[in-house]
């Protein structure tokens, strides 16, 4: 039974660009949340989608998006990325929007993000 | 505003020795408390969850309590192994929808 997988596990982009990063949520899971985890920090929720839809959404600006498909899976998009956009971008996945008392949240081992 | 402060930011004990983690959380209204561990490099993995009504949980070496009416968490591990050298994260969510506040973390490290 696959646990939370990502891709690609390491990334380096420059300024400006833009991102595309993959996320499958464990299997039986249907909802995925996404967070930026910077270096000695604890993680920071981005958003949260649950059936193809955006649920919940952290303090983090457009330029941040995301997407579900049909499967589950999820895309967390960023454009023009920033220096301060270099972290571990971790993907967690649950059953049910609100992950619910008794069935933590599974994280990936999430993609390191590094802008020149 | 909704915070969780852990306590302290490092610690550094020898293997076998016990130690104590801290949580203070300003999280309203509370859902529910969750410790994880973080390997480096690793995403983190859930140790325990602990609703309104639970004080004390344990998982092997590890125990959590929770004072939800002074608002403090704190994780115990017990006869401490090497491998317990990792970043231990509070989390509580708050609400009807569960929003989730993650604290910084703090790094535990475990000399031989």
């Known amino acids: 039974d696959a646990g939370v997988t990502q891709s690609p596990t390491h990334l380096i982009k420059t300024r400006g660009q833009q991102v595309t990063l993959r996320c499958s949520p464990k299997?039986?899971?249907?909802?995925v949340s996404w967070y930026q985890q910077a270096l000695g920090q604890g993680p920071q929720f981005i958003f949260q989608?649950?059936?193809?839809?955006?649920?919940q959404r952290g303090n983090f600006p457009d330029r941040f998006s995301g997407h579900q498909f049909p499967n589950y899976s999820s895309e967390l998009n960023v454009n023009a990325l920033l220096l301060g956009d270099s972290a571990l971008y971790l993907c967690a996945s649950s059953r049910g929007p609100a992950g619910g008392v008794y069935q933590p949240q599974h994280f990936g081992d999430g993609t390191r993000l590094s802008i020149l | 505003k909704n915070q969780v402060e852990q306590s302290p930011q490092s610690l550094i004990i020898l293997e076998g020795k016990n130690c104590t983690l801290q949580?203070?959380?300003?999280?309203?209204?509370?859902?529910?408390l969750r410790w994880y561990k973080q390997d480096t490099g690793r995403g983190p993995v859930s140790l325990t969850i602990m609703t309104f009504s639970e004080n004390t949980k344990s998982n092997g070496r590890y125990t959590a309590t929770l004072d939800a009416d002074t608002k403090q968490s704190s994780l115990h591990i017990t006869a401490s192994q090497l491998s317990d050298s990792a970043s231990y994260i509070c989390?509580?969510?708050?609400?009807?929808?569960?929003?989730?506040?993650f604290g910084k973390g703090t790094r535990l490290h475990i000399l031989p």
């Open positions: 989608y649950y059936e193809e839809e955006e649920r």
């Open positions: 989390v509580v969510s708050a609400g009807r929808d569960d929003k989730i506040i």
């Open positions: 299997s039986g899971h249907d909802t």
């Open positions: 949580c203070n959380y300003t999280v309203s209204p509370f859902s529910n």
